[in-house]
């Protein structure tokens, strides 16, 4: 009996003795449903590695998971105000521009980003806005508008659709949100028109069902709930599944008419990877123009590679919600980091709001 | 009257009964649902089974899990049959802290353990997170239930055995090994059994210390509920259901006591 | 035999030595692993948090970075002891429940057939045997469609689901060790169904009741799972507080605080439960 234990030790231990990156692995940290499975299997192939991916749905939660140890990922995706934190905590290793020859390909606006000036050390991968999706059927049938804040912030809207609602657990998209509404800056800093967004938020909080970063996607798609704030890629997604569960109903999403967020979302190379030259071929591998298409056919998001807009199907090229035309560009707005004190006073507003 | 009173008794106990299983039927009875979503009833099909087994991301999470289990399991069993031991027989001096020490873990909401374990390993030990941290974090919170089983059991036991052992001249480990090891087994056997399917089974303490490229079951079924919720989720459930089952099945046939008397 | 009971805690010369051995690993680990962590979040609640998320340093410039800020931010504002408040409600409101459903059915097993009572014990832990977040996709599932997700009757009725079988067994352990020959005198002496209840089995079973209570009650004080995946915009507790003060604000004393704060709300009902369902003169 003590020898079988003995030796199934020994077993264990020679197990736990392998490194744990002896294989070729590629550690990705990526929003859930950003990146398609088919990608993934097409660059696995091509590299003859494995892409190890782990999920997160709001910039402020990566950072605190990055903060809180998560040390070991090759690349992150985050957005622009992210890349600034990171870039102010030194944790991001250079591009070697030598290895991304489809650096090329990326369009004009978006080779000279305010957060990473020349480009030095962000990859822009895809760009979403932060909008409305809303179950196409019901909102006509309650006779609701379909393109303002007010949906979210109004009781006599709020009033048909309680319960039915849900909005992003994010304290800056839920206040930039307010604050566009309010018709102010995302970025302002004001503490009186801060206390005006809190009040608006706290009158609509009783009538939204739950605060949700990704459960709205399936409960979109199944009917639980009939209108959500969150992201355009998101909302895409929600409305493919609708297709194809053959849901009685349509998901459909737009930016509403007081502005929004737009957000780019970038690869970085984090300085605790292991294994920066995987991580460049990846880059490498995306800014390719067909996988970079994939980006908007298979994840309903926007792109900023123009040898992919050939083949981006001509439908999603004409989604308002995904490629935004200029004139809603001029409403949108970009999420800028706040500094230190300034951020930990949203986040004491931000427990008070989910408290109260 | 008597018959009556025990009729309303049982029709309350199938109530409860009824309670307990049918929300656990749905999720299996949806895992053959041939729809995308889990909202109404389409067809039969077995495909998220095949789905499931095909799914890299949830096998290695299974993987990880397996490992993670037997291994906190073997080394909890160890240090709690220590403790387990230890609390029965020396009850002076430092070792009366004992029965807090490793008891308190057990009666704590598991938040607290896992964000103070969180907070040591980043500020302390600035350890990367990952199967090491979930290891010793597992480790922490099995080690209580190891030790009660034991104990419990070791009570049960008269003492006058030891005592003829050392008048035969045995020496302490020679008893252990040989007198106590083998009265105690199903005991210890339980609680290996029983951190086995805690630490498979974990979720708040993992999600707190787990760290890149380590996801456990819990952690990767969490992730699904949130936001891919195909069948495939109620496949894995399902599977993990019957899994769990047998190792409680094995555990309360080795030691039935034993697993009461922890409680 | 008990007068050799002093023989056994004497021992021969290995006896201190085998102490030392067996004691300490276990004692070392858990002084390392559940001591000092403890220890340090008390310390972290006093620092200040990084600039980034963390802590910030303790001594900075040589000065001591401590403050009592995040205790004035919570004692502040009642709103912040209102969410214990909430939590103990639904603790409460839950160990009821639980209490309520698993009694009948720990009575039921307890006073059937000897040779059933194992299977039937099997068949109360089996739903048990599924991981605890099955447990509560189960009722997102159930719940979804009948409109009754994200509200507080999901969440109570999400925790009284996954804590039930806590409560059942000690019941059971406890109403099986009653004396039926107790029962029948009282049956004898003329005393009807309920009165038997009320006066013998009912006060026997209370350390079974203060045990299984215990069980549910701490443990559902701790939760963010279940508010988070079933409840709505009111109905978080103090886990979800936590829970987002460390892993989404970044604020890492302020989570200290609470989770002190909650360490010693546990500790203070732990010690009243066990007060409580201390063995008394006259019970089985």
């Known amino acids: 009996m003590l020898r079988v234990v003995r030796r199934l030790a020994l077993l264990l231990l020679g197990a736990l003795a392998t490194p744990a990156h002896a294989e070729d692995v590629l550690y990705l940290y990526i929003w859930n449903s950003y990146l398609s499975e088919d990608t993934v299997r097409r660059f696995e192939a091509q590299c003859q590695c494995r892409v190890n991916q782990d999920y997160y749905s709001d910039n402020e939660e990566m950072l605190a998971k990055l903060e809180a140890g998560a040390t070991g990922y090759d690349l992150v995706v985050p957005t622009g105000f992210a890349v600034e934190t990171l870039l102010r905590k030194a944790a991001l290793r250079p591009l070697d521009k030598a290895r991304l020859p489809n650096l090329a390909n990326l369009k004009a606006e978006f080779r000279e980003p305010w957060y990473d000036p020349g480009m030095r050390y962000a990859v822009p991968y895809a760009t979403t806005v932060t909008l409305l999706g809303y179950n196409a059927r019901r909102l006509a049938q309650l006779g609701l508008p379909t393109d303002t804040w007010a949906l979210i912030f109004e009781p006599r809207y709020l009033e048909k659709l309680k319960g039915k609602v849900t909005v992003l657990n994010s304290q800056r998209e839920l206040m930039a949100a307010a604050m566009k509404y309010l018709g102010y800056s995302v970025q302002e800093i004001d503490p009186a028109r801060w206390d005006e967004a809190k009040r608006l938020i706290l009158r609509a909080k009783p009538y939204w069902a739950t605060f949700s970063n990704s459960t709205y996607i399936k409960d979109l798609a199944i009917g639980n709930i009939w209108l959500a704030h969150g992201y355009s890629s998101d909302m895409y997604r929600a409305q493919q599944d609708a297709l194809e569960a053959k849901r009685p109903f349509a998901i459909e999403f737009r930016t509403p008419k007081e502005g929004a967020v737009l957000a780019v979302d970038s690869f970085v190379l984090l300085k605790g990877g292991q294994r920066p030259d995987l991580a460049h071929r990846f880059i490498d591998f995306i800014l390719d123009g067909t996988n970079a298409a994939d980006v908007s056919n298979l994840i309903g998001a926007g792109n900023p590679n123009a040898a992919a807009t050939p083949h981006i199907r001509p439908e999603i090229a004409g989604n308002p919600g995904i490629f935004p035309p200029p004139g809603d560009l001029r409403r949108l707005e970009m999420l800028r980091d706040f500094d230190p004190k300034t951020r930990r006073i949203l986040s004491r507003m931000w427990t008070e709001i989910k408290v109260r | ?263 | ?284």
């Not at chain 2, 008269?158 to 106590?180: H, K, M, N, Y």
């Not at chain 2, 086995?196 to 079951?217: K, N």
């Open chain 3, 1 to 284: 035999m008990t007068e050799r009971r002093s023989a056994r805690h004497a021992g021969g010369p290995g006896e201190s030595l085998t102490r030392w051995l067996v004691s300490l690993p276990p004692t070392l680990f858990l002084l390392v692993f559940f001591l000092a962590p403890a220890l340090l979040m008390l310390g972290a609640s006093f620092r200040e948090p990084g600039d980034f998320g963390g802590l910030a340093p303790a001594r900075q410039d040589g000065q001591w970075n401590l403050s009592l800020e995040t205790y004035r931010f919570f004692f502040g504002d009642w709103i912040y002891a209102e969410i214990f408040l909430r939590s103990f409600l639904v603790a409460a409101a839950t160990t009821l429940l639980c209490l309520v459903l698993a009694y009948p059915l720990a009575l039921a097993i307890a006073r059937s057939a000897r040779r059933h009572r194992d299977l039937l014990v099997l068949l109360v832990i089996l739903p048990f045997a599924s991981n605890f977040l099955i447990r509560i996709y189960a009722w997102i599932i159930v719940l979804g469609p009948a409109d009754l997700l994200y509200s507080p009757f999901a969440v109570i009725a999400g925790m009284v689901y996954v804590h039930l079988p806590f409560m059942i067994l000690p019941l059971y352990t406890n109403l099986e060790k009653h004396d039926p020959a107790l029962l029948e005198a009282a049956q004898d002496l003329g005393a009807d169904t309920w009165t038997r209840f009320r006066r013998i089995t009912l006060p026997l079973s209370l350390p079974g009741i203060w045990a299984g209570s215990a069980l549910v009650f701490i443990p559902v004080l701790g939760m963010f799972a279940i508010p988070e995946l079933l409840g709505g915009t009111g109905d978080i507790l103090v886990g979800n507080l936590i829970k987002e003060q460390f892993l989404e604000s970044r604020d890492w004393p302020l989570g200290a605080t609470l989770s002190i704060l909650l360490t010693i709300a546990v500790l203070l009902l732990a010690g009243i439960s066990a007060w409580a369902g201390r063995p008394r003169r006259s019970s089985p």
């Open chain 2, 1 to 263: 009257m008597k018959g009556r009173a025990t009729a309303w008794l049982w029709a309350a106990a199938l109530a409860v009964y009824a309670f307990l299983y049918l929300p656990l039927a749905v999720v299996v009875l949806f895992s053959f649902n041939d729809s995308l979503l889990n909202a109404e009833w389409v067809g039969f099909t077995t495909r998220w089974y095949a789905t499931l087994f095909a799914d890299e991301q949830m096998l290695g999470a299974a993987a990880n899990s397996l490992l993670i289990a037997l291994t906190a399991a073997t080394l909890a069993t160890v240090l709690g049959t220590m403790a387990g031991m230890a609390m029965q027989r020396w009850r002076s001096g430092l070792l009366r802290c004992l029965p807090f020490l490793v008891l308190t873990p057990v009666a704590m909401p598991e938040i607290l353990l896992g964000v103070s374990l969180l907070l040591f390993f980043r500020q302390v030990l600035d350890l990367t997170l990952g199967l090491v941290s979930i290891l010793i974090a597992h480790i922490t919170f099995s080690i209580g239930f190891v030790a009660i089983v034991v104990r419990t059991s070791l009570a049960m036991l008269d003492e006058s055995i030891f005592e003829a052992a050392r008048d035969l001249g045995a020496g302490p480990w020679q008893t252990f090994r040989r007198v106590t090891l083998p009265l105690i087994l199903p005991a210890v056997l339980a609680g290996f059994l029983m951190s086995f399917t805690l630490s498979i089974d974990d979720f708040v303490i993992t999600f707190f210390v787990a760290g890149v490229g380590v996801t456990t079951l819990p952690l990767q079924i969490y992730s699904m509920i949130k936001v891919a919720v195909t069948p495939e989720v109620n496949a894995v459930s399902t599977l993990l259901m019957a899994l769990t089952l047998t190792l409680i099945a094995l555990a309360a046939r080795l030691a039935p006591d034993a697993l009461k008397g922890r409680m």
